[in-house]
Each structure stands twice: as C-alpha cells, then as structure tokens.
C-alpha cells in the first residue's frame, strides 16, 4: 500500500513540474502578454523571473514606440503606442527590483527625450527624461546607459551663455555679446 501511494505522489509531482515546464515555456513565445497557466504562476515564483518577464515586456513596448511612425493621422497612433510603453515601463519600474527599476526608468528617459514639445502646464520631456535618468541612475548606481544617457542629456540642455556670430540688434559692430542684453553692465532699461 505505501508503494502504491509513493507511486501516486511521484506521479503527481511529475505532473505538476511538467506543467510548471509547459508554463515557462509558453513565456519564451508569449507575444508581450501574460500567457494562459496550467498551474497558475508558480513557475514564475519558483523561477523568481517576475521582474525579468516585466521587463522584457516593457523593451517590447518601448521597441513598439520607437519603431512606430508619426503617420498620417497627425501622429495619433504613434502618441497612443508611446502612452502604453509609458504606462507599462512606469509599471516595471513601481513593482521590480532596484535594478530591474533603473533599466525602465532609462528607458521611460529615452522615450521622453523623443517626446514632441510639450503643451503649457505640462513637465517639458527634457525635464522628463532626465527625471527618469536620474532616477536610473540612483537605483543602479552600475547602470552605465542610464549614467551615460543622463551625463548627454544635461549637456545638451546646457547653455552656452555668449551668442556668437551676427545679430543685428546686439551692438553696433553686429557682433555678439557675452549675457543676456545689448547695453553694458549696469545700465537699467
């Protein structure tokens, strides 16, 4: 008796991680959605691959909004597929792991750098984008991209301070000056 019921228990053990296999399997050729489970999500917890499954759907969306033309339809489409990348990258980066966060974040920063101009009352995507690199940054202080992304995108929004070349209103000599204004220093309107 006790054979025939360590043979039941194998048996069912074998099945359970057959089918924990055909769950993990099915996440290698999911489409960027969560695939149907035959165990529910115990080989995503037994493999402890949450925050690698969440990213990798977040580089899909984020691959989706890159390569998604701005279209005949006065880019609708293309802001539509952007807002969902958005969304599910700002979701990666709220309920991972720091480091696992920091490589959504960079990629939340890419996304905004691409941005259009933003309407009036509304964070600016520069500023967004180098939120996002900055936040990349501090969770993985390794995560070299998010570094290197923030590091160019405060040079490029960096200013130069001195105008150069002509302009026709800045001096006689139509030459520019360093600041802001025209007159010399110390001189009211």
Known sequence: MTRLLGAMVALL???VLLAVAIDAGRWRASDGRRP??????????????RDSVELRRGVQTFVAAERTPYGFDNGAHQSQVRAEAEVRLADVAAATGARTASQADDLLGVLAWGSPQAPAGVLDPADQAVQAFTNAARLDPSNRTAAFNLELALRALEGSGTRRGTNPGSSPTGTGHSGASAGTPGEGY
Request: charged share 10%; hydrophobic share 60%.
């Open 13 to 15: 053990v074998a099945a």
């Open 36 to 49: 149907p489970t035959l165990v529910g999500n115990v080989a995503e917890r037994v493999l402890g691959a």
